[in-house]
T-cell receptor
Framework: AQKITQTQPGMFVQEKEAVTLDCTYDTSDPSYGLFWYKQPSSGEMIFLIYQGSYDQQNATEGRYSLNFQKARKSANLVISASQLGDSAMYFCAMREGPNFGNEKLTFGTGTRLTIIP | KAGVTQTPRYLIKTRGQQVTLSCSPISGHRSVSWYQQTPGQGLQFLFEYFSETQRNKGNFPGRFSGRQFSNSRSEMNVSTLELGDSALYLC?????????FGPGTRLLVL
């Protein structure tokens, strides 16, 4: 079974609109971390936001927020007021186990986001 | 703080050759992980080093190896290159909660 599922291969969004990128995950480990990364065409993976499985509040970082629904195993990324520079591939990833000791990230297949002027 | 650096950025090799890629983590970070990214397989974990010891390993053949030095810099080596090894190789160093990636090395095997 896929551990990380991103069902939207591509999305087109008008500039200044909000956008939600979907991510569902599968794990039996009670301790895990969820991440979102942005990858522009240059190839570098840029960290956006992190959510720990025991965090009570949804994570926020500037225009990025993570809609964490633990019971549904869902960790959607919300970008408010999209900008042209947000056009990129977006990856959801998970680390299973305690915060330290297992650094393996499992990635989804990504969503290509295109912002239209 | 300077970010994760990887050298070289681009590399062209022929089948059968070997290659060594280098990664310098963010200052103070002791854990370095390597990932391979291809259009067909996506992002896959290769291995992780912490304090000069390999702590985790992905599902790759023995042709893929790595090491870490006392200053936390890491190298990965691929021997007997195959066409399928053409990929973007990403290195990441571990911060408080997350991994920060370098710009990657694009390897083309002809």
């Amino acid at each position: 079974a896929q551990k990380i599922t991103q069902t939207q291969p591509g999305m087109f969004v008008q500039e200044k609109e909000a956008v939600t990128l979907d991510c569902t995950y599968d794990t039996s480990d009670p301790s895990y971390g969820l991440f979102w990364y942005k990858q522009p065409s240059s190839g570098e993976m840029i960290f956006l936001i992190y959510q720990g499985s025991y965090d009570q509040q949804n994570a926020t970082e500037g225009r990025y927020s993570l809609n964490f629904q633990k019971a549904r195993k869902s960790a959607n990324l919300v970008i408010s007021a999209s900008q042209l520079g947000d056009s990129a591939m977006y990856f959801c990833a998970m680390r299973e186990g305690p915060n330290f000791g297992n650094e393996k990230l499992t990635f989804g297949t990504g969503t290509r986001l295109t912002i239209i002027p | 703080k300077a970010g994760v650096t990887q050298t070289p950025r681009y590399l062209i090799k022929t089948r059968g050759q070997q290659v060594t890629l280098s990664c310098s983590p963010i200052s103070g970070h002791r854990s370095v992980s390597w990932y391979q990214q291809t259009p067909g397989q996506g992002l896959q974990f290769l291995f992780e080093y912490f304090s000069e010891t390999q702590r985790n390993k992905g599902n790759f053949p023995g042709r893929f190896s790595g090491r870490q030095f006392s200053n936390s810099r890491s190298e990965m080596n691929v021997s007997t290159l195959e066409l399928g090894d053409s990929a973007l190789y990403l290195c990441a160093s571990r911060g408080q909660e997350t991994q920060y990636f370098g710009p990657g090395t694009r390897l083309l095997v002809l």
